[in-house]
């Protein structure tokens, strides 16, 4: 059905008297008017069905009409239109309406009508109002001739503004799109401006000291703008190429003058601010050369200094420079780890019930070559003695005779058939050992100077080799990723410890080199005092399903990324990188890891409480009282982050927590400082490593009879199936006792930057090949 023109403003009127009584709100939907012109409804046009707009003479009655989007070629109205227009009223979808085109004044069409809102707003600087209608263009009319120009002025104009109040990064962000967009539009003001705001930043980033921001946008520039006249790049390119030549000349004066710390760090901030400055490689080259030193980004400087020590990481990495073991731990092999023998070579007896040593001087040189069999044996058999400082009690369980057969070589009968004794005797050598004070070291290195966060180990002596390290310097970083941002900088050559997250990131970086070591590491709570509810299993075992280890460990650690070999543990001793691995040797892989359970976590520690009270009823006591728990944790942030996930778990369970951070350098706190520890732990050869964490005098200092009786029956394994069987049955003791709450293994990580040669891979210990170091450029 079809309907004229004055048919048309009939039933306007009709339709617009029955909508009359309608709410205020609701005057909005009028959608025609017999008169004057439709009012500008503002940002609430997008809110509105696509629509055009017909205006008719006053000749024909005047009013206008909104419409569903007229069918017309090229959508725009014909140049000689004869006849009729058919259109369909918005909200009078039943009925088709005609006038005549002689009877239409105008056509204002959707499209045209967003062009020409999104100029207006554009040309009043209101840019936040002409961006959506700009949208929906962009959106809906991809093809418009105009949008190509409309959208280059709204970035140009809008990155002005924006520039004006000091927004300088999204004002170069505008611009630059504007110049990919559209790069035939008015380009030598677009270069001018991005060269302008560009050196704003620049300076805006060197006046904040963000000399690495400074250069990667300065290299992206070159890259992005070659051959294209961008003032900023050359200025830019002049001021870092000063400032290169400045560090050079003093690198230059600091050598002349043998302060060869001070050429080194000069040199390299050169070669860092300007890769292409001249003679720049040459001069760290020849720095290295006279003065070979290297940095080393630590989490923790070491206080204490001991390459046996199997709760301190720093402590075990930086003793390695310090001291040599009697019996060192080069990596694993099938059956537990491989040892070397400082003074020699070792065999042992097919029945597994001797063990001989054989010292080889005329392959060591001074001072080892002046140690001999006898002061040798004296040293191993005073470690069967418990008065001994150097007392080991399964060395002493194991040991039935030593016997010398000249200066060279001696021979230990054992008791029974035991599968590593070379396990048993990881001896830190010291001064005493060749007349020298006690505790003195024994390494190629000293530590010579601490001045706060970095501590310096100078080499004692010749060098090995012409490229040995002079001097290795461990740089403590606030963080794992401060460490990462130095390594990237130049600022340290090696990383001794990765975040998983930030090693899986690193390895696609070409510049460094990302390896992991051979043995993960084991973390654990270890309790350290007498809080009455710890010492109960049944409130351990609480904590333990209170803990959402899987979250912390994938969530916190990893940052959802997938590292083989990283994974929640059951025990104590670590499970192996791959399925069947040998490295897990002591690990039951039937044993599940309990899971997070809250409700039966409150549950357990309902029941503690009740027992402990019953218990001093009975004695006529007063009932424990469940105090604070005091976690202490490492000063870096890998433990301080899991640390603070578990405080936030245990918090659910309404237990206090206090977190306490160690002193830098200390791994275990001191007697009443802390109720729980938190441990990352060396456990490489649980064999032996059982008692150091679990026995009376261990980490744990467990007491429980079942962890005594376990420990024993694994010392008197004769074969590798005895001692596999034995701590598996160990594994499943500690699963129910608890005597530690196991949390996780981490396969640790180390990287360094490519020009540091000789570092070598599948190494125990960072230090393991010191001597060999030596960097090129």
């Known amino acids: 059905m079809r309907i004229s023109l004055n048919q048309t403003i009939g039933c306007l009127a009709l339709a617009l008297c029955a909508w009359l009584p309608l709410s205020p709100a609701r005057a909005e939907i009028i959608n025609y008017a017999e008169k004057g012109r439709p009012e500008d409804p503002g940002l609430e046009l997008l809110q509105e069905d696509p629509h055009d707009i017909i205006l008719f003479k006053e000749s024909a009655g005047g009013g206008w009409v909104k419409t569903r989007l007229l069918d017309l070629p090229g959508r725009s109205t014909p140049s000689n239109p004869k006849g009729q227009l058919k259109f369909r009223i918005i909200g009078i979808e039943t009925k088709d309406f005609v006038a005549k085109w002689d009877d239409v004044e105008f056509i204002d069409f959707w499209e045209k009508r967003l062009e020409r809102e999104t100029a207006d707003r554009i040309k009043e600087g209101d840019f936040t109002g002409a961006y959506p209608f700009l949208a929906v263009l962009i959106r809906d009319y991809p093809s418009r001739p105009n949008l190509r120009t409309l959208r280059s002025e709204f970035l140009m104009r809008d990155a002005g503004s924006r520039y004006k109040k000091g927004e300088i990064g999204p004002a170069l962000a505008m611009l630059e799109e504007l110049h990919r967009y559209a790069p035939e539009y008015k380009p030598q003001a677009v270069l001018a401006a991005i060269g302008m705001m560009t050196d704003s930043l620049m300076q805006k980033l060197m006046d904040e000291n963000k000399l690495e921001l400074a250069q990667k946008l300065l290299a992206r520039l070159e890259k992005d703008y070659l051959g294209k006249p961008l003032a900023s790049i050359k200025k830019w390119n002049q001021i870092f190429l000063e400032m290169a030549q400045e560090r050079q000349a003093g690198a230059i004066a600091a050598l002349k003058a043998e302060n060869f710390r001070e050429a080194r760090r000069l040199s390299r901030e050169s070669i860092y601010l300007k890769p292409s400055i001249e003679n720049g490689k040459e001069l760290v080259r020849k720095v290295d050369q006279i003065y070979p030193l290297v940095n080393v980004g630590v989490l923790q400087t070491a206080k204490d200094l001991d390459p046996t020590r199997l709760d301190n990481w720093a402590a075990r990495r930086a003793g390695r420079l310090l001291y040599r073991v009697l019996f060192e731990m080069k990596g694993a092999g099938p059956e537990g780890g491989e040892y070397e023998f400082l003074f020699g070579e070792t065999e042992q007896s097919p029945d597994r019930m001797n ?12 001072p080892l070559n002046g140690v001999d069999g006898f002061f040798i044996a004296d040293r191993l058999a005073a470690r069967v003695s418990p008065e001994s400082d150097v007392y080991f009690s399964p060395w002493a369980a194991a040991l039935e005779a030593i016997g010398l057969d000249g200066p060279k070589r001696i021979d230990c009968v054992l008791r029974r058939p035991n599968v590593l004794p070379s396990a048993l005797i990881q001896m830190t050598v010291d001064g005493s050992w060749f007349g020298g004070e006690p505790g003195s070291p024994t390494g190629d290195y000293r530590r010579d100077v ?67 070591y051979p043995l993960p590491s084991v973390h654990m709570l270890v309790p350290c005092s007498d809080h009455a509810f710890l010492a109960e299993r049944t409130f351990r075992r609480a904590l333990v399903y ?201 396969v640790d990580s180390y990287a360094y930057n490519r020009n540091l040669l000789g570092v070598g891979s599948e190494i125990v210990s960072l230090y393991q090949n010191a001597e060999k170091w030596r960097l090129s450029q």
């Open 355 to 366: 063990f001989s040593m054989m010292l080889e001087p005329e392959k060591l040189e001074p």
């Open 450 to 516: 601490v001045e706060g966060d970095v501590v310096r180990y100078t080499l004692v002596g010749e060098q090995r080799t012409a490229s040995q390290p002079r001097e290795i310097v461990e740089i403590r970083t606030e963080s794992a990723s401060d460490g990462v941002a130095k390594l990237l900088k130049g600022e340290v050559d090696v990383l001794d410890q990765l975040f998983p997250a930030d090693a899986v990131r690193l390895e696609g970086n070409r510049k460094i080199r990302v390896a992991r």
């Open 546 to 746: 209170g803990t959402n280890r899987e979250d912390i460990l994938s969530g916190e650690l990893l940052e959802s990324l997938e590292v083989p070999g990283c994974r929640v543990l059951s025990g104590p001793f670590p499970a192996g990188i791959e399925m069947n691995d040998p490295l897990g040797y002591a690990y039951d892989q039937s044993i599940a890891p309990r899971r997070y359970e809250p409700r039966l976590a409150k549950l357990l520690m309902t029941m503690n409480a009740n027992q402990l009270e019953a218990t001093a009823n009975r004695k006529k006591e007063k009932p424990a009282e469940l105090k604070p728990i005091r976690l202490a944790f490492p000063p870096e942030n890998l433990s301080r982050s899991a640390c603070e996930a578990i405080k936030s778990q245990w918090e659910l369970l309404d237990l206090k927590i206090e977190l306490v951070e160690l002193p830098v350098g200390e791994a275990f706190p001191k007697p009443g400082t802390a109720d729980l520890a938190y441990v990352a732990a060396a456990v490489w050869e649980p064999i032996i490593d059982a008692r150091r964490v679990l026995g009376p005098k261990g980490m744990a200092g467990s007491t429980d009879q079942l962890i005594g009786l376990g420990l024993r029956r694994l010392e008197e394994s004769k074969n590798w199936k005895d001692a596999r069987d034995r701590l598996l049955d160990l594994h499943f003791i500690s699963h129910h006792e608890l005597p530690v709450i196991p949390l996780w293994q981490l």
